[in-house]
T-cell receptor
Framework: DGGITQSPKYLFRKEGQNVTLSCEQN?????MYWYRQDPGQGLRLIYY?????DFQKGDIAEGYSVSREKKESFPLTVTSAQKNPTAFYLC????WGRGSNQPQHFGDGTRLSIL | AQTVTQSQPEMSVQEAETVTLSCTYD???????LFWYKQPPSRQMILVIR??????QNATENRFSVNFQKAAKSFSLKISDSQLGDAAMYFC?????????????FGTGTLLAVQP
C-alpha cells in the first residue's frame, strides 16, 4: 500500500546532540513537508520541498535542517541550535503544481523528547 | 498573511446527534482551498473534506458536510449522526490556489468528544 513512513516513532535527544527524523513516501509525490505540532497549537511548517535537491524554509526553520536527495525521502535534522525541540513532528507529501492545491497526506509522526 | 482561527477549543456531542465545528480565515486572495483534517488519538492526520473557493456548492463526504460562506470567510464542518469513532482533534486549514507552493496554514484545532 502507498503511504508515508516516519521513523522512529519515539526519539530522545541529549543536550548538544543532533538527531535525524526519517520520512519516506512511496506515493510518487513531488512535494514533501515537515510540520511541528505543540499542545494547543496547530501544525507549523518547518521546511518544504517541491522537487529533488531543492527545499524552502517554512515559518519555524531555525534550528532545523533538511535534505532532499531522492524524491521519496525527506529527512529532518533537529540540531543542537533548536533549544526547545520537544514536540510531535509530522511529515507530509502531495502532488504539486500551479493552479491547484493537492491534499497533503501525512505520516504517523515522531515524538521527540529531551533527556 | 493568511490566518485560520478555530474559536472552539473543545466540543462535545451525543452519539447519533449532529455537531458543527467553526472555522474562520483571513485572506486577500479570491481563489484558494479549504480543508478539514481529523487527528484521532493515533495522531495520524486524515483528510476529511476539501472545498475549492471558486465553487459555490458546499462539499459533502458521507456524514461530513461544510457550510462555506466566502463573503464572511467562514468554513464550518457539520458532522451528522455522530459516531464514537468521530472523536478526535479537528483542524481547519487554508491553502493557496495558483501559488508557488502547496503550503497549508492550520488553525489551532477543536477537540471533539463523542458521548455514548
Amino acid at each position: 500500500d502507498g503511504g508515508i513512513t516516519q521513523s522512529p516513532k519515539y526519539l530522545f535527544r541529549k543536550e548538544g546532540q543532533n538527531v535525524t527524523l526519517s520520512c519516506e513516501q512511496n506515493l510518487n509525490h513531488d512535494a514533501m513537508y515537515w510540520y511541528r505540532q505543540d499542545p494547543g497549537q496547530g501544525l507549523r511548517l518547518i521546511y518544504y520541498s517541491q522537487i529533488v535537491n531543492d527545499f524552502q524554509k517554512g515559518d519555524i526553520a531555525e534550528g532545523y535542517s533538511v535534505s532532499r536527495e531522492k524524491k521519496e525521502s525527506f529527512p529532518l535534522t533537529v540540531t543542537s541550535a533548536q533549544k526547545n525541540p520537544t514536540a510531535f513532528y509530522l511529515c507530509a507529501s502531495s502532488n504539486w503544481g500551479r493552479g491547484s492545491n493537492q491534499p497533503q497526506h501525512f505520516g504517523d509522526g515522531t515524538r521527540l523528547s529531551i533527556l | 498573511a493568511q490566518t485560520v482561527t478555530q474559536s472552539q477549543p473543545e466540543m462535545s456531542v451525543q452519539e447519533a446527534e449532529t455537531v458543527t465545528l467553526s472555522c474562520t480565515y483571513d485572506t486577500s486572495e479570491s481563489d484558494y482551498y479549504l480543508f478539514w483534517y481529523k487527528q484521532p488519538p493515533s495522531r495520524q492526520m486524515i483528510l476529511v473534506i476539501r472545498q475549492e473557493a471558486y465553487k459555490q456548492q458546499n462539499a459533502t463526504e458521507n456524514r461530513f458536510s461544510v457550510n462555506f460562506q466566502k463573503a464572511a470567510k467562514s468554513f464550518s464542518l457539520k458532522i451528522s449522526d455522530s459516531q464514537l469513532g468521530d472523536a478526535a482533534m479537528y483542524f481547519c486549514a487554508y491553502g493557496d490556489y495558483g501559488g508557488a507552493t502547496n503550503k497549508l496554514i492550520f488553525g489551532t484545532g477543536t477537540l471533539l468528544a463523542v458521548q455514548p
